[in-house]
C-alpha cells in the first residue's frame, strides 16, 4: 500500500474516534444538565425508561454488537498505526 492510503486511514480511524468522544462529552454534558435542572418525577421517569432501553438493547443484542464493531475499530487503527511506522522506518 501506499503512503497516502495508510494516512488517508489513519484519518478516517482518528476522524472515528473524535466523533465518539464528543458524542460521549455531550451525553455526559446532557446528564449533568438534566439532573441538575429537573424535578424528581422526570428524573425518575427519564432513570426507569432508560433502563428499558438498555435492558432491550441488552436483549436483543444490540449493544453487543456495537461493542464488537467499536474493538473490530480499534484493532484496524493499531495495524494502520503499524503499517504507517514501518513504511516511514524504510
Not at 446528564?31 to 438498555?54: G, W
Amino acid at each position: 500500500m501506499s503512503k497516502e492510503v495508510h494516512v488517508m486511514d489513519l484519518i478516517q480511524s482518528l476522524f472515528n474516534y473524535a466523533w465518539q468522544i464528543v458524542v460521549y462529552l455531550f451525553l455526559l454534558w446532557l446528564v449533568y444538565y438534566f439532573f441538575t435542572n429537573t424535578s424528581r418525577k422526570t428524573k425518575v421517569s427519564v432513570t426507569i425508561l432508560s433502563a428499558l432501553v438498555i435492558t432491550l438493547g441488552i436483549s436483543t443484542g444490540i449493544l453487543e454488537e456495537q461493542f464488537e464493531d467499536i474493538e473490530a475499530a480499534s484493532e484496524q487503527h493499531i495495524i494502520h498505526i503499524k503499517a504507517i511506522q514501518e513504511t516511514y522506518d524504510s
